[in-house]
Protein backbone atom coordinates (compact mmCIF):
# COMPACT_ATOMS: atom_id res chain seq x y z
CA UNK A 1 0.00 0.00 0.00
CA UNK A 2 2.75 2.62 0.95
CA UNK A 3 4.60 1.67 -2.38
CA UNK A 4 1.63 2.48 -3.94
CA UNK A 5 -0.01 5.40 -2.52
CA UNK A 6 3.44 7.47 -1.06
CA UNK A 7 1.61 8.32 2.53
CA UNK A 8 3.65 10.85 3.96
CA UNK A 9 4.13 12.40 7.41
CA UNK A 10 1.70 15.26 6.53
CA UNK A 11 -1.11 12.77 5.67
CA UNK A 12 -4.20 12.63 8.04
CA UNK A 13 -6.17 9.66 7.34
CA UNK A 14 -9.64 9.61 8.89
CA UNK A 15 -10.35 6.81 11.01
CA UNK A 16 -14.23 5.66 11.43
CA UNK A 17 -14.38 2.08 10.08
CA UNK A 18 -14.90 -0.54 12.54
CA UNK A 19 -12.47 -2.26 14.15
CA UNK A 20 -14.65 -5.69 13.22
CA UNK A 21 -13.65 -4.85 9.76
CA UNK A 22 -10.43 -5.92 7.89
CA UNK A 23 -9.28 -2.10 6.14
CA UNK A 24 -9.74 -0.96 9.72
CA UNK A 25 -5.86 -2.37 10.18
CA UNK A 26 -4.35 -0.23 7.71
CA UNK A 27 -6.76 2.96 8.29
CA UNK A 28 -5.32 2.71 11.75
CA UNK A 29 -1.52 1.63 11.08
CA UNK A 30 -0.53 2.89 8.15
CA UNK A 31 -0.56 6.44 8.95
CA UNK A 32 1.03 6.12 11.90
CA UNK A 33 3.59 3.68 9.80
CA UNK A 34 4.80 6.96 8.07
CA UNK A 35 4.30 9.14 11.17
CA UNK A 36 0.89 10.71 9.49
CA UNK A 37 -1.95 11.47 11.58
CA UNK A 38 -5.28 10.03 12.60
CA UNK A 39 -8.43 11.71 12.91
CA UNK A 40 -10.88 9.41 14.51
CA UNK A 41 -14.41 10.24 14.31
CA UNK A 42 -16.44 9.98 17.38
CA UNK A 43 -18.28 6.73 18.15
CA UNK A 44 -21.33 6.25 16.75
CA UNK A 45 -21.48 8.91 14.50
CA UNK A 46 -18.88 6.95 11.76
CA UNK A 47 -21.87 6.83 9.54
CA UNK A 48 -23.20 10.47 9.32
CA UNK A 49 -22.05 11.92 6.12
CA UNK A 50 -22.55 15.31 7.11
CA UNK A 51 -20.24 15.08 10.20
CA UNK A 52 -18.12 13.23 8.59
CA UNK A 53 -17.68 16.44 5.50
CA UNK A 54 -17.16 18.71 8.41
CA UNK A 55 -14.85 16.82 10.40
CA UNK A 56 -12.94 16.27 7.46
CA UNK A 57 -12.77 20.02 6.21
CA UNK A 58 -11.86 20.62 10.49
CA UNK A 59 -8.89 18.25 10.07
CA UNK A 60 -7.66 18.88 7.24
CA UNK A 61 -7.95 14.64 6.17
CA UNK A 62 -5.45 14.33 3.15
CA UNK A 63 -7.17 10.40 3.31
CA UNK A 64 -10.13 8.09 3.29
CA UNK A 65 -11.78 4.88 2.48
CA UNK A 66 -15.06 4.24 2.09
CA UNK A 67 -16.69 0.84 1.03
CA UNK A 68 -18.85 2.12 -2.24
CA UNK A 69 -22.29 2.10 -0.34
CA UNK A 70 -20.73 4.71 2.01
CA UNK A 71 -19.13 6.56 -0.66
CA UNK A 72 -22.81 7.08 -2.29
CA UNK A 73 -24.50 8.01 0.87
CA UNK A 74 -21.23 10.92 1.52
CA UNK A 75 -21.70 11.71 -2.41
CA UNK A 76 -24.74 13.27 -1.19
CA UNK A 77 -23.51 15.62 1.58
CA UNK A 78 -23.40 19.10 1.57
CA UNK A 79 -19.74 20.60 1.02
CA UNK A 80 -17.48 18.62 -0.21
CA UNK A 81 -16.13 21.43 -2.26
CA UNK A 82 -14.69 22.40 1.23
CA UNK A 83 -12.48 19.39 1.33
CA UNK A 84 -9.76 21.15 -0.04
CA UNK A 85 -6.69 19.33 1.82
CA UNK A 86 -8.21 15.90 0.35
CA UNK A 87 -5.62 13.96 -1.87
CA UNK A 88 -7.27 10.66 -2.03
CA UNK A 89 -9.96 8.39 -1.44
CA UNK A 90 -9.80 4.69 -1.85
CA UNK A 91 -12.47 2.65 -2.08
CA UNK A 92 -13.10 -1.30 -1.91
CA UNK A 93 -14.88 -4.13 0.06
CA UNK A 94 -18.29 -4.10 -2.43
CA UNK A 95 -18.75 -3.60 -5.87
CA UNK A 96 -17.85 -0.25 -7.58
CA UNK A 97 -20.15 1.09 -10.14
CA UNK A 98 -19.16 3.53 -12.83
CA UNK A 99 -21.97 5.61 -12.57
CA UNK A 100 -20.53 6.57 -8.54
CA UNK A 101 -16.95 6.93 -10.04
CA UNK A 102 -18.61 9.90 -12.40
CA UNK A 103 -20.64 11.32 -9.87
CA UNK A 104 -17.71 11.23 -7.44
CA UNK A 105 -15.71 13.09 -9.83
CA UNK A 106 -18.24 15.97 -10.39
CA UNK A 107 -18.69 16.44 -6.93
CA UNK A 108 -14.98 16.01 -5.71
CA UNK A 109 -11.42 16.91 -6.80
CA UNK A 110 -9.66 13.87 -5.38
CA UNK A 111 -8.14 10.93 -6.89
CA UNK A 112 -10.50 7.91 -6.99
CA UNK A 113 -9.17 4.67 -5.82
CA UNK A 114 -10.66 1.11 -6.44
CA UNK A 115 -8.60 -1.56 -4.10
CA UNK A 116 -9.86 -4.75 -4.46
CA UNK A 117 -8.31 -8.05 -2.22
CA UNK A 118 -10.27 -10.64 -0.13
CA UNK A 119 -9.63 -10.82 3.45
CA UNK A 120 -7.24 -13.96 2.83
CA UNK A 121 -5.05 -11.54 0.65
CA UNK A 122 -4.27 -8.99 3.55
CA UNK A 123 -7.15 -6.58 2.45
CA UNK A 124 -6.19 -5.39 -0.35
CA UNK A 125 -4.50 -7.02 -3.82
CA UNK A 126 -5.15 -4.74 -6.87
CA UNK A 127 -5.81 -1.12 -7.16
CA UNK A 128 -7.13 1.25 -10.30
CA UNK A 129 -6.81 4.59 -10.38
CA UNK A 130 -10.40 5.28 -11.41
CA UNK A 131 -11.20 7.20 -14.43
CA UNK A 132 -13.71 10.05 -14.56
CA UNK A 133 -15.03 8.96 -18.12
CA UNK A 134 -14.91 4.97 -17.14
CA UNK A 135 -17.40 2.58 -18.90
CA UNK A 136 -16.47 -0.06 -16.38
CA UNK A 137 -14.82 -0.04 -12.91
CA UNK A 138 -11.83 -2.74 -13.40
CA UNK A 139 -9.28 -4.59 -10.77
CA UNK A 140 -6.60 -2.80 -11.54
CA UNK A 141 -3.28 -3.97 -10.90
CA UNK A 142 -1.14 -5.74 -8.30
CA UNK A 143 -0.34 -3.64 -4.98
CA UNK A 144 3.59 -4.10 -4.45
CA UNK A 145 4.71 -7.76 -3.59
CA UNK A 146 1.43 -8.86 -4.99
CA UNK A 147 1.18 -11.52 -8.20
CA UNK A 148 -1.87 -12.21 -9.09
CA UNK A 149 -2.51 -15.80 -10.54
CA UNK A 150 -5.94 -16.80 -12.50
CA UNK A 151 -7.16 -19.67 -11.13
CA UNK A 152 -10.91 -21.67 -12.62
CA UNK A 153 -12.45 -24.00 -10.76
CA UNK A 154 -12.89 -26.99 -13.22
CA UNK A 155 -16.66 -26.84 -13.30
CA UNK A 156 -16.74 -23.18 -14.59
CA UNK A 157 -14.20 -23.93 -17.78
CA UNK A 158 -17.12 -24.99 -19.50
CA UNK A 159 -18.97 -21.61 -18.73
CA UNK A 160 -16.19 -19.79 -19.50
CA UNK A 161 -14.93 -21.41 -22.67
Known amino acids: MQETYGLSADDRFLFKTTLNFDPSVWEVCWPLWVGGSLVAAEAGRQADVDYLVELMTEQGVTSVY ?96
Open 66 to 161: FVPSMLRAWLAAEGLEELVELRRVICGGEAVTAEVVRRYYQRVGAELHHSYGPTETSIAATEWVCEADAERVVMGRPLGNVRLVRFVFPAMRRVLN
